[in-house]
């Protein structure tokens, strides 16, 4: 069996999540197994999810009195395990690397397959977002989720461009929008690069999945039990960054524009750290891929699961 791809910030999260023999960790996004070898490594056992059924082949070696796999969205967590039953929790946001380097996923610019994008097997792909969203959706996938300036002109040359004929591949569409804009132009980064990562995270609804996760994770961490996170752009550090903010009772001060926000309900979680922590030189120099990670990380304390969402 091809060894794993080695997931980011591994010795930081295994560090943060402090794994003990006996206790019980949850890999909410078992990928390559990567998080999930080195919890069990220290002794514990790991219920993993993940959405993407073709990562069976990645647990078929792992011991089945210590570890589980369950084919779901990591927000269904507590659906099935108890509240407040587990040690730890670790989630990693984002396409994994195994689906970003097999093309006939569809999720790279880079290397021609179907533009399909799901990390899963349902639900709608995002060829079907492409030619049939309306141009106005179009652009506001592009602008808010790939957070492209140039939205609203890729969304009118793609709806004109579709009227005629349909998107079907990734290079097709990668390369149609690069002609939309220009062409590259000493650009830094491929010019599809903001609009793929749009039409990404709405395919997998990934930011409203990861608001629901983390609410999933306080119902089922029990108290001391650890919550890690790693993201890879703003978006998602965002909404863990305010989530884990507010949880922990560091909502804001207050201004003259703004009113203090009434703290009615005590904090259930306490911030491992200050801030979020990122790779080290070495390993952006073996996994360049790594650069933009950051881990941030918290405790469960006894208080109860909060009411409503952050």
Not at 117 to 139: F, K, S
Not at 180 to 209: C, D, M, W, Y
Not at 254 to 270: D, K, L, M
Request: proline content about 6%; aromatic content about 6%; overall charge neutral.
């Amino acid at each position: 069996m091809t060894a794993p791809h080695v997931p980011v910030l591994l010795n930081e999260v295994v560090d943060a999540l402090a794994p003990a023999p006996g206790q019980t960790i949850v890999d909410g996004t078992f990928g390559a197994g990567g998080y999930t070898r080195a919890i069990l490594g220290t002794g514990a056992k790991v219920v993993a999810f993940d959405r993407d059924p073709t990562v069976k082949r990645f647990a078929a070696d792992l011991p089945a009195d210590r570890f589980r796999l369950v084919e779901a969205r990591f927000s269904e967590m507590d659906d099935v395990l108890e509240a407040g039953s587990v040690e730890g929790l670790v989630l990693d946001i984002g396409v994994s690397s195994m689906q970003l380097d097999h093309p006939e996923r569809g999720f790279s610019f880079m290397q021609d397959g179907p533009l399909d994008m799901r990390m899963g097997d349902a639900g709608p792909t995002a060829a079907d977002l492409v030619n049939t969203a309306d141009p106005a959706e179009l652009a506001r996938i592009f602008f808010v989720y790939g957070e492209e300036r140039e939205s609203r002109r890729i969304a009118r040359a793609i709806a004109k461009r579709r009227e005629e004929q349909p998107f079907t591949r990734t290079l097709e569409l990668a390369e149609f929008i690069e002609r939309a804009l220009g062409g590259r132009r000493g650009a830094k980064i491929h010019p599809a690069t903001r609009a793929f990562q749009g039409l990404r995270i709405a395919v997998n609804e990934e930011l409203s999945e990861l608001e629901a996760g983390l609410a999933a994770a306080e119902r089922v961490l029990k108290p001391e039990g650890r919550l890690c996170v790693v993201t890879f752009h703003s978006l998602e550090d965002r909404i863990v960054k305010s989530f884990l903010q507010v949880r922990a009772g560091r909502t804001p001060a207050g201004s003259r524009h703004a009113p203090p926000v009434e703290r009615t309900q005590a904090p259930s979680f306490q911030l491992l750290f200050n801030g979020a922590r990122g790779p080290s030189e070495a390993e952006v120099a073996g996994n360049p891929r790594a650069r933009s990670a950051k881990l941030r990380a918290a405790v469960r304390t006894e208080a109860p699961v909060w009411r409503d969402a952050a």
